[in-house]
């Protein structure tokens, strides 16, 4: 795995706007105690703060909600309740990236995606975001940071000040996300690792500040 200065990113890809952007609003909550992507951050839900950053990054882009939408106010995102509930970030991605596959023709319901792109008008080049639903700090150009260095046969993922990879703030070229959940025989509380298993990632490191997640109550009084 190679580590490299977000600022100057090699073998750009296509562009470096996400095409579509999973985010994850599942899980338990449970040291929250209550369903922590619907929390306002200074007045707005996390949710809606990631879904705003996708949307700073490509206004056209699809923003695929895996999990639940409760207090969400976007009405064009494409929510995708999760297949295999509590079973892992892992399960609700492969569970979003297929739902999503199945939607080729949208209804002009809302929250259908009707005007956002789909699989079946997406080259294997084009590229998703994994992004987790509480991180309320996340900004535009984090994201295109990462898109930036997403190559056809490898994904993204930004690194904290120590190094450490955040599975959760990725960008993968479509075609090689497809490959690697084929690749998975059961993603069910599988670790979110095994998705970059036999890739080489390219590192991009990103400032704490944005990368900080709301878990507690501890946590989300600080920001208040």
Known sequence: MNSESSSEPEHLPRRAMPDAAIILTGGRSSRMGRHKPALPVAGIAMTDRVIGAVRDANPNAAVIIAGSAAGIAAVDAIVIGDAHAFAGPLAAVASALSSWQARSAPTGTPGDGTACPTPA??????????????????????????????????????????????????????????????????????????????????????????????????????VQ
């Open 121 to 222: 008008t997406l080259p294997d080049d084009a590229t998703v975001c994994i992004l987790a639903g509480d991180m309320p700090f996340l900004t535009g150009r984090v994201i295109t940071d990462l898109t930036a260095h997403v190559t056809p046969k490898q994904p993204a993922c930004a690194v904290d000040s120590a190094g450490r990879m955040q599975v959760l703030l990725s960008a993968w070229p479509l075609g090689l996300l497809r490959t690697q959940l084929a690749a998975i025989d059961d993603p069910r509380n599988a670790p979110m690792r095994l998705l970059f298993r036999g890739t080489s990632p390219r590192l991009v490191p990103i400032a704490d500040a944005l990368l900080r997640d709301i878990d507690t109550p501890e946590e989300y009084s600080s």
